[in-house]
């Protein structure tokens, strides 16, 4: 079955940075697209970033556009999420997922999760 494994979160202080890693197994990972989202407590879960199938394209939400950087290792069967500059409104649960589509920012359009890693940035 397919599994995706979030790791690298933390706490950390404002303008820190953090590395987030998804692990995934049971298909081709270079088929999929691979997505970011996050989600803070009484708020929907929203887009963060996308890469296509070979990486070599990306989006972001605007929110994030010049401090995070999605990458993926399709030889490692593993994406990355490098975080800079960090805010205090970062703070959320942060979710990897696979989606058959473009660089889709519906988190319908996806069709795996991983159980998601927490990121506190205190300020």
């Known amino acids: 079955q397919v599994q995706l494994v979030e790791s690298g979160g933390g706490l950390v202080q404002a303008g820190g940075s953090l590395r987030l890693s998804c692990a995934a197994s049971?298909?081709?990972?270079?088929?999929?697209?691979m997505g970011w989202f996050r989600q803070a407590p009484g708020n929907e879960r929203e887009f963060v970033a996308a890469?296509?199938?070979?990486?070599?394209?990306?989006d972001y939400a605007d929110s994030v556009k010049g401090r995070f950087t999605i990458t993926r290792d399709n030889a490692k069967n593993t994406g990355y999420l490098q975080m800079n500059s960090l805010k205090p409104e970062d703070t959320a649960v942060y979710y990897c997922?696979?989606?058959?589509?473009?660089?889709?920012?519906?988190?319908?359009?996806?069709?795996?999760w991983g159980q998601g890693t927490q990121v506190t940035v205190s300020s």
């Open positions: 997922a696979q989606g058959g589509g473009w660089l889709e920012k519906s988190s319908s359009e996806y069709d795996y």
């Open positions: 049971g298909r081709t990972f270079r088929n999929y697209v």
């Open positions: 890469n296509s199938r070979s990486g070599g394209s990306t």
